[in-house]
């Protein structure tokens, strides 16, 4: 989507190797979400951001981790892989947050094998 | 914290008759309602949003949704259906103001048939 890109779009790891996912947006928006989409469970929020250096926990936040050290970036880490973490991750972002506004990127797809 | 139920997980149709797309929601007393559409290998898109006012609310692609607060619904209707609104459907809510991301449900896949 216009504003917003994800990378890499696929990504294929092994257990145990770090991995970390990048959120770029060219709209300055404030706040900033991190998802993973799963058959059969919709999608899940992971973490989120609501400003350079604010982040929260979101649901399914175990063995994830994320930083955002300037407003355009959001970035997702998954410090030691798992095949459990095998999934679709989408980034959104939103300018005035409360649900609403929502800009989702194209996705990264990640396999761990 | 919010919780959203899809009842069904897929629903099939027909091309050019009518559906509706269940979903439910936790009680709170304020809710902001969401419908987003997934097209194959693409990022969720907006279809339509309830925020206040009127119950009945029209979206993108003669799509529309009517909140019963009474029921805790927002079901997602359409009167005819197209082959290309084949996708996979998602309800999702947030509990008013708040910088935490919205609840989704499980999703609907509605494969429309010719």
């Known amino acids: 989507d216009a504003g917003i890109t994800q990378s890499p779009r696929h990504k294929v790891t092994e257990t145990g190797t770090p991995v970390t996912l990048r959120c770029h947006q060219t709209?300055?928006?404030?706040?900033m979400y991190w998802y993973r989409q799963d058959p059969g469970h919709g999608l899940r929020l992971i973490h989120y951001s609501y400003g350079v250096k604010d982040t929260d926990k979101g649901e399914v936040s175990d063995g994830y981790s994320v930083s955002r050290s300037k407003t355009e970036d959001f970035l997702l880490t998954l410090e030691s892989a798992t095949s459990s973490q095998t999934s679709v991750y989408f980034c959104?972002?939103?300018?005035?947050?409360?649900?609403?506004?929502?800009?989702f990127g194209s996705g990264t797809r990640l396999t761990v094998v | 914290a919010q919780s959203v139920t899809q009842l069904d997980s897929q629903v099939p149709v027909f091309e050019e008759a009518p559906v509706e797309l269940r979903c439910n929601y936790s009680s709170s007393v304020s809710v902001y309602l969401f419908w987003y559409v997934q097209y194959p290998n693409q990022g969720l898109q907006l279809l339509l949003k309830y925020l206040s006012g009127s119950t009945l609310v029209k979206g993108i692609n003669g799509f529309e949704a009517e909140f019963n607060k009474s029921q805790t619904s927002f079901h997602l209707r359409k009167p005819s259906v197209h082959i290309s609104d084949t996708a996979e459907y998602f309800c999702?809510?947030?509990?008013?103001?708040?910088?935490?991301?919205?609840?989704f449900g499980k999703g609907t896949h509605l494969i429309i048939q010719p």
């Open positions: 999702a809510a947030h509990s008013g103001g708040g910088a935490d991301g919205l609840t």
């Open positions: 959104a972002i939103s300018e005035i947050g409360g649900g609403y506004g929502y800009t």
């Open positions: 709209e300055n928006h404030r706040y």
